[in-house]
């Protein structure tokens, strides 16, 4: 079973010039505190640079930058004390989105070293979502149960609410748009799933590799179809691919819209089931 060595790729300023620029650091997120209060911030989680962006983007979201936020984040007791106010942050991260399609993606997203296509991620995941519905109910599909509420706005607004956060970097090209979550992130997400839902985990890192296959990312980024000569050879076979994965993609999309209803459907079967037991109950008595 692996597991990272997690570790950000920064080194500590120089104390000549640390403070000012840890300081412009959180003041950017609007924090509300006077030297001391921030001399004492940066004291508690490190002066490293991510982790001061992830803090000061935590309680900006949740607290308006007030300090009382510091409450909700977890105090760790685990024995490994370099970088322990990452880790911290990132378990109040996980806290604040727990059940949230946000988490989800987070998750999945740190399963992978490479920057990964939203268009491809969307449409595998649409594809296994809509699989496991129909033939079979168990914790992966759980996992994946928040994706299944998302359309494309939505799918837009959680990757934005991600990239706020400091948690997602976004690299949009004339193609596609691609989703990397920052390699310290990636760790603590990675091991949190490997460790406590490890038959998730494996089911989702082969999805993961799904993604890269060509038959999924050729029509998304036209330098790997340029180059990738075995499916398509002209610009004609390029558009051709492009207009298949769009529809493949149209098709996903309708399929989970009468999911949705359908599961709507049943709830609400349910529920009257369940109103004329007790009707019938009300009649015997």
Same mark, same amino acid.
């Given at each position: ?28 997120? =609007?924090? +509300? ?5 921030? $001399? ?28 009382? =936020?510091?409450? !909700? ?38 399963? !992978?070293?490479?920057?990964? !296509? ?20 168990? $914790? ?19 990757? $934005? ?11 949009? !090209? ?48 036209? +330098? ?14 390029? *558009? ?7 529809? +493949? *993609? ?13 599961? %709507? ?7 009257? =089931? %369940? ?11």
């Amino acid at each position: 079973m692996q597991h990272f060595d997690l570790c950000p790729e920064t080194s500590m300023p120089n104390q000549s010039n640390a403070l000012s620029k840890e300081f412009e650091i959180l003041m950017s997120f =609007g924090i +509300k505190a006077n030297q001391r209060a921030l $001399e004492g911030l940066i004291s508690n989680f490190g002066s490293d640079p991510l982790t001061l962006h992830l803090l000061g983007a935590y309680l900006k979201r949740w607290y308006a930058g007030r300090l009382n =936020g510091l409450e !909700s984040i977890p105090i760790l007791n685990d024995p490994e004390v370099k970088y322990r106010g990452l880790r911290r942050i990132l378990a109040a991260f996980q806290l604040k989105l727990h059940g949230t399609s946000d988490l989800t993606l987070l998750y999945l997203l740190s399963l !992978s070293e490479q920057p990964v !296509s939203q268009q491809a991620l969307q449409l595998v995941f649409r594809s296994t979502l809509l699989k496991r519905w129909l033939s079979r109910h168990d $914790e992966y599909q759980r996992f994946l149960t928040p994706l299944s509420r998302l359309n494309d706005k939505h799918w837009h607004w959680v990757i $934005e609410n991600l990239r706020r956060l400091q948690l997602l970097e976004l690299e949009v !090209s004339d193609e596609a748009t691609y989703l990397l979550v920052p390699k310290p992130i990636r760790q603590f997400f990675y091991n949190e799933l490997i460790t406590k839902q490890y038959d998730v985990f494996q089911q989702a890192q082969a999805d993961i590799a799904r993604l890269f296959e060509d038959n999924i990312i050729v029509g998304l980024d036209t +330098k790997r179809l340029n180059s990738s000569s075995k499916s398509a050879t002209t610009s004609l076979d390029a *558009k051709e691919l492009v207009r298949e994965l769009l529809w +493949k *993609k149209d098709e996903l999309n309708h399929l989970c819209k009468n999911l949705s209803a359908l599961r %709507d459907a049943l709830a609400a079967l349910r529920q009257h =089931g %369940d109103s004329l037991k007790q009707g019938l109950s009300s009649l015997n008595t």
